[in-house]
């Protein structure tokens, strides 16, 4: 990896961590979650610069939460990174599909990313919080399969709307970047 990656990757990764010491919203419906923007940096990375720096800027923050953010499970940040990764997937799958062609409507690509990002997210972990939140901690809390029932729906709709602002926001504010940075040079 390049130096210039590397400096990139920090100061995203630099980012995301001290936003995640800042704004936290919890879910009404789900006290324990937070509604946070800490992930649009790493996002924005991604549009800016590609899956390498994304990559690097997703591996600090991930330590970062291990170390600070752990959440009501000490597997918090595990879940995270199925959410994002399974975010990504859906995302990665537009930018691939559209690869070869040409989409110059910004407002098409945010909505494409948001669909296919907010659904992959959205499904991933559903089926991930059916499966694990029966199980006894650091796996899950021991949840009947009742309340898991009662339960799936409200995590199904904080990680929909999650991902439902997090991704045109981060587009937006690449595509923003890329101006600006192409004015300058």
Do not use: H
């Amino acid at each position: 990896m390049k130096t210039r990656d590397v400096a990139l990757g920090v100061v995203f990764a630099a980012l995301a961590i001290a936003l995640n010491f800042s704004i936290r919203i919890p879910d009404p419906f789900a006290s324990f979650l937070y509604y946070q923007i800490w992930e649009i940096p790493i996002l924005t990375a991604f549009f800016l610069f590609g899956v390498k720096i994304m990559s690097l800027v997703t591996c600090v923050n991930l330590v970062a939460l291990f170390i600070f953010f752990q959440g009501s499970s000490i597997l918090g940040p595990v879940y995270w990174l199925i959410a994002w990764l399974s975010m990504m997937a859906g995302i990665g799958l537009i930018k691939i599909l559209l690869n070869r062609r040409s989409v110059k409507n910004a407002a098409i690509m945010a909505a494409l990313y948001t669909a296919f990002g907010v659904a992959f997210r959205t499904v991933a972990m559903v089926l991930v919080n059916y499966s694990v939140l029966r199980y006894p901690p650091p796996v899950g809390f021991g949840y009947s399969e009742q309340a898991i029932l009662g339960l799936v729906p409200v995590l199904a709709f904080f990680n929909a709307t999650l991902a439902l602002y997090t991704i045109p926001i981060s587009y937006s504010i690449s595509k923003t970047l890329a101006r600006t940075v192409n004015t300058l040079r």
